[in-house]
T-cell receptor, first 115, second 111 residues
Framework: GAGVSQSPSNKVTEKGKDVELRCDPISGHTALYWYRQRLGQGLEFLIYFQGNSAPDKSGLPSDRFSAERTGESVSTLTIQRTQQEDSAVYLC???FGQGGNYGYTFGSGTRLTVV | KQEVTQIPAALSVPEGENLVLNCSFTDSAIYNLQWFRQDPGKGLTSLLLIQSSQREQTSGRLNASLDKSSGRSTLYIAASQPGDSATYLCAVSPYDYKLSFGAGTTVTVRA
């Protein structure tokens, strides 16, 4: 597609439920990133995928968070047993090559609200 | 650990004034620096990308400079318009690809 597509755009879930967020990167972009933005705060790095290499999961805040990516296509971020502190906007970005040689393109995000 | 600071945190100007937004970073070993715009409830829109070997980039009314050795970048927006009201984020990309973001400068342009 023309841009990075994320779905759903908004998600309200009850505490304790599992949620799955989806990111469809720009075709041909080998690198994909997930970031989290809590209200009034800066973006936090969560996870990075590059081609078929092992992902960098160093930013995932707990073992309730996991992410998958199939080859160089769609990625899903799963949060199990959601907590209220998980409420945030989850942003996905993709880039051509490692290190953002040509910059990063962000999706419009998924706003997650845990009630 | 890379620390990115943006000053001021908020800025309100009348329409037509020029805007100057500052970004500083603690580790000069960056691969590139990117300025983004974020509208309320929306994702990030890329404005300008400056490679570490470059000194500045321009796009329309926007100009961004980079002084890598001193760890500073400045975004200039000429002749501001109400549509420029948004939060502007500075992000640096280190050699290991993780973007480090500043907290942003929220700009309000009054008509």
């Amino acid at each position: 597609g023309a841009g990075v597509s994320q779905s759903p755009s908004n998600k309200v879930t009850e505490k304790g439920k599992d949620v799955e967020l989806r990111c469809d990167p720009i075709s041909g972009h080998t690198a994909l990133y997930w970031y989290r933005q809590r209200l009034g705060q800066g973006l936090e790095f969560l996870i990075y995928f590059q081609g078929n290499s092992a992902p960098d999961k160093s930013g995932l805040p707990s073992d309730r968070f996991s992410a998958e990516r199939t080859g160089e296509s769609v990625s899903t971020l799963t949060i199990q047993r959601t907590q209220q502190e998980d409420s945030a906007v989850y942003l996905c970005a993709s880039s051509f090559g490692q290190g953002g040689n040509y910059g990063y393109t962000f999706g419009s995000g998924t706003r997650l609200t845990v009630v | 650990k890379q620390e990115v600071t943006q000053i001021p945190a908020a800025l309100s100007v009348p329409e037509g004034e020029n805007l100057v937004l500052n970004c500083s970073f603690t580790d000069s070993a960056i691969y590139n620096l990117q300025w983004f715009r974020q509208d309320p409830g929306k994702g990030l829109t890329s404005l300008l990308l400056i490679q570490s070997s470059q000194r500045e980039q321009t796009s329309g009314r926007l100009n961004a400079s980079l002084d890598k050795s001193s760890g500073r970048s400045t975004l200039y927006i000429a002749a501001s318009q109400p549509g420029d009201s948004a939060t502007y984020l500075c992000a640096v990309s280190p050699y290991d690809y993780k973007l480090s973001f500043g907290a942003g400068t929220t700009v309000t342009v009054r008509a």
